[in-house]
C-alpha cells in the first residue's frame, strides 16, 4: 500500500507540476507555449504516468477518478482515503515547488471560469464524465495501465483541454484545481472544481452500465 501510496502521490506532483507549469512559464514567456502547448502538455503528462505508474497504483491521479472506481466497485472504499491524501499532497507540493520557482505569478496556473459559473460547472461535469467513461472502458478493474489505456486517456484529456480550456480551464481533476487554489489563494471559485469533477466522474458509472454488461461496474475476478 506504501508503494501504491507514492506512486499517487508522485504521479499527480508531475501532473499539477508539468500542467500548471505550462500555463505559469506560458504566462511568463509571452505566450511562448501557446494554448495548444498547455493542452498537450496535460495530455501527454497524463500518458506518461499512466504508463509509469498505471501497473504499481493505477494511475488515478484524480480524486475524482478514484471516488468513480469505487462507486463501480473496482476499487475498495477502505483504500480511498489514502489515495486522497496521497494526490492532494502530491499537488499541493507541485503548486509550493512552482510558487518557490515563479513568485510573481498570481495564480501559478489555477483554474478560472471564463464566463458564468453554471456555464463552467456544466462544462467540467461533462468534460469529466466524458473521461471517466473513456477510463471505465480502457482500464483494467481500477487500474489504468497499457501503452494504449495511456494514450487514449492522455489523448481525451487534451482533446477536451484544446476545445473547453478557454471555458473553464478543463480541470476533470479536483487535485489539480485544488492545490495551485490553495497556494495562490484563489478560493472564490474552488467549489466549482471539487465539485462538477466529481459529480462527472460518478455520473459515468450509471452511463458505462448502459452502454455495457454489468461486469462494467463490478469486482475484477479474483486472480
Avoid at 77 to 93: K, R
Avoid at 141 to 148: L, N, R, S, V
Avoid at 160 to 178: C, D, I, K, W
Amino acid at each position: 500500500m506504501k508503494k501504491k501510496l507514492l506512486a499517487e502521490c508522485l504521479g499527480t506532483f508531475t501532473l499539477v507540476f508539468a500542467g500548471t507549469g505550462a500555463i505559469v512559464i506560458n504566462a511568463a514567456s509571452h505566450g511562448s507555449i501557446t494554448h495548444m502547448g498547455v493542452a498537450l502538455t496535460f495530455g501527454l503528462v497524463v500518458l506518461a504516468m499512466v504508463h509509469t505508474f498505471g501497473d504499481v497504483s493505477g494511475a488515478h491521479l484524480n480524486p475524482a477518478v478514484t471516488l468513480a472506481f469505487a462507486a463501480a466497485r473496482r476499487f475498495s472504499w477502505h483504500e480511498v482515503p489514502g489515495y486522497l491524501a496521497a494526490q492532494i499532497v502530491g499537488a499541493c507540493t507541485a503548486s509550493f515547488l512552482l510558487h518557490t520557482l515563479f513568485p510573481q505569478d498570481a495564480t501559478l496556473g489555477a483554474t478560472l471560469p471564463a464566463g458564468s459559473d453554471s456555464q463552467s460547472f456544466i462544462m467540467e461535469l461533462v468534460l469529466t464524465s466524458i473521461l471517466m467513461l473513456t477510463i471505465l472502458s480502457v482500464s483494467t478493474g481500477a487500474k489504468e495501465k497499457g501503452i494504449t489505456a495511456a494514450i487514449t486517456i492522455g489523448g481525451v484529456i487534451a482533446l477536451e483541454a484544446l476545445f473547453a480550456g478557454p471555458v473553464s480551464g478543463a480541470s476533470m481533476n479536483p487535485a489539480r484545481s485544488l492545490a495551485p487554489a490553495l497556494v495562490s489563494g484563489h478560493l472564490s471559485h474552488l467549489w466549482l472544481y471539487l465539485i462538477a469533477p466529481t459529480l462527472g466522474a460518478l455520473l459515468a458509472v450509471p452511463l458505462c452500465l448502459c452502454v455495457r454488461d454489468s461486469t462494467c461496474c463490478s469486482p475484477p475476478p479474483a486472480s
